[in-house]
């Protein structure tokens, strides 16, 4: 059985160490999203200017059914994998590519089992369409590129499929139930009212702060489970939302978790209308431009189009 995940404990490290990683990734994921750009224009891809504002939704791209597994389709996988996605999560799924040490956040170490972007219970395995959805759209504002312009359908799902060979647990443990949210209500004037309570007798204010601005006195030198520096979201600034900032991305998020990271999963805790409360709240939240945590270059935002051609 798959060790449980538990947050990872405080430690303090360096803020000029923190500082430096973080630019050195911020230039890096830059470069990657220019490069992709100039990409789909020699491939005659239709990609909107970049000052376009985008709607950027994990949970709203619809994953096609998976097709069966198959060594054809494992070994086709892994020619994809060595060819497009080694160089950061590298070539045993460990997550050390090249290029990792200059990214940040880090590429996901496969062989672990541990995800944070899916639609299971905190402590399940993802779906394949949940793995299928975050090659296909990417995650916001990280060196993570939607490979839905440069793969075929085909081709994800043998990504898929060539990834869950990293890690023992896809073989030992099925995949989580998918949690239901239901339909999305409509954010009123109470439902926000609600959640700001709600926000606050939780705890969420320990950590994303009593505004939401991430900084709660619980956020002072995090690491998630990998030892890797990590912040709690600020809520003003879009881009920190990876799965997107849609009302149904954050009760998703709610509901599942985080895991690996400090941050829990409130399925058990909240009922389905309390979590739509919270998410309204963070919704309500007026957005902001964002700026770099530290000394150094403004902060930039990376955005994904929605939706991807063929979906």
């Given at each position: 059985m798959r060790p449980k995940v538990h947050p990872p404990e405080l430690v303090f490290e360096s803020t000029s160490r923190r500082t430096s990683q973080l630019q050195i990734g911020i230039v890096i994921a830059a470069a990657l999203v220019l490069g992709s750009v100039f990409v789909m224009k020699l491939a005659g891809q239709n990609f909107p200017p970049m000052g376009t504002q985008y709607l950027?939704?994990?949970?709203?791209?619809?994953?096609?059914?998976?097709?069966?597994?198959?060594?054809?389709?494992?070994?086709?996988?892994?020619?994809?994998?060595?060819?497009?996605?080694?160089?950061?999560?590298?070539?045993?799924?460990?997550?050390?590519?090249?290029?990792?040490?200059?990214?940040y956040p880090k590429p996901r170490d496969f062989t672990r089992g541990i995800y944070r972007f899916k639609t299971t219970e905190s402590g399940n395995l993802p779906t394949n369409r949940d793995l299928f959805r975050t090659?296909?759209?990417?995650?916001?504002?990280?060196?993570?590129?939607?490979?839905?312009?440069?793969?075929?359908?085909?081709?994800?799902?043998?990504?898929?499929?060539?990834?869950?060979?990293?890690?023992?647990?896809?073989?030992?443990?099925?995949?989580?139930?998918?949690?239901?949210?239901?339909?999305?209500?409509?954010?009123?004037?109470?439902?926000?009212?609600?959640g700001q309570a709600l926000y606050a007798k939780v705890g969420c204010a320990d950590c994303h702060g009593p505004q939401g601005y991430g900084n709660g006195f619980a956020?002072?030198?995090?690491?998630?489970?990998?030892?890797?520096?990590?912040?709690?979201?600020?809520?003003?600034?879009?881009?920190?939302?990876?799965?997107?900032?849609?009302l149904r991305d954050i009760a998703l998020t709610i509901n599942t978790g985080n895991d690996g990271s400090p941050?829990?999963?409130?399925?058990?805790?909240?009922?389905?209308n309390q979590v739509w409360d919270l998410a309204s709240f963070v919704m309500s939240l007026p957005v902001e431009a964002p700026t770099f945590r530290g000394h150094g270059c403004?902060?930039?935002?990376?955005?994904?189009?929605?939706?991807?051609?063929?979906?």
């Amino acid at each position: 059985m798959r060790p449980k995940v538990h947050p990872p404990e405080l430690v303090f490290e360096s803020t000029s160490r923190r500082t430096s990683q973080l630019q050195i990734g911020i230039v890096i994921a830059a470069a990657l999203v220019l490069g992709s750009v100039f990409v789909m224009k020699l491939a005659g891809q239709n990609f909107p200017p970049m000052g376009t504002q985008y709607l950027f939704s994990w949970s709203q791209f619809d994953s096609p059914p998976a097709p069966p597994s198959s060594r054809t389709l494992v070994a086709t996988g892994r020619d994809l994998y060595l060819l497009n996605c080694a160089v950061c999560h590298g070539d045993a799924g460990k997550g050390d590519g090249w290029r990792a040490r200059f990214l940040y956040p880090k590429p996901r170490d496969f062989t672990r089992g541990i995800y944070r972007f899916k639609t299971t219970e905190s402590g399940n395995l993802p779906t394949n369409r949940d793995l299928f959805r975050t090659i296909s759209v990417g995650l916001q504002n990280t060196a993570m590129p939607a490979w839905g312009y440069y793969l075929t359908e085909g081709d994800r799902w043998a990504l898929v499929a060539y990834i869950k060979t990293f890690s023992r647990y896809f073989r030992e443990d099925p995949a989580g139930t998918p949690i239901v949210l239901g339909q999305e209500p409509e954010i009123s004037v109470e439902r926000v009212d609600r959640g700001q309570a709600l926000y606050a007798k939780v705890g969420c204010a320990d950590c994303h702060g009593p505004q939401g601005y991430g900084n709660g006195f619980a956020a002072k030198d995090m690491e998630d489970s990998f030892g890797v520096p990590i912040a709690p979201r600020n809520f003003h600034v879009v881009s920190e939302f990876k799965r997107g900032r849609t009302l149904r991305d954050i009760a998703l998020t709610i509901n599942t978790g985080n895991d690996g990271s400090p941050m829990p999963s409130f399925h058990s805790a909240l009922t389905s209308n309390q979590v739509w409360d919270l998410a309204s709240f963070v919704m309500s939240l007026p957005v902001e431009a964002p700026t770099f945590r530290g000394h150094g270059c403004p902060m930039m935002t990376t955005r994904a189009p929605m939706p991807m051609p063929g979906n």
